[in-house]
């Protein structure tokens, strides 16, 4: 018989992905393992004809923002 330790579960807030997180959430709970979500976002530079920014004030904004989409 199969033993899951670990399930890892890349998400981008898309339905598909949302309902693949849940399905993710159940086979870790039948097995009792844990469970690892990863979302990744891209590193963003401004151009020069943009507004200044720093990458530590979009990456908070950007951590703020992911916490809005929990079910």
């Given amino acids: 018989m199969?033993?899951?330790k670990r399930v890892f579960c890349p998400v981008d807030?898309?339905?598909a992905s949302s309902k693949a997180f849940d399905y993710a959430l159940t086979l870790a709970s039948?097995?009792?393992?844990?469970i690892?979500?990863?979302h990744v976002v891209?590193?963003?530079a401004s151009t020069p004809?943009?507004?200044?920014?720093?990458?530590t004030d979009l990456i908070s904004k950007l951590e703020k923002e992911s916490g809005k989409h929990e079910p």
Avoid: C, K, M, S
């Fill in 13 to 15: 807030f898309f339905p």
């Fill in 30 to 34: 039948n097995y009792d393992a844990t």
């Fill in 2 to 4: 199969i033993r899951f």
């Fill in 36 to 38: 690892h979500a990863l």
């Fill in 49 to 55: 004809y943009e507004a200044p920014f720093t990458n």
């Fill in 42 to 44: 891209e590193p963003v």
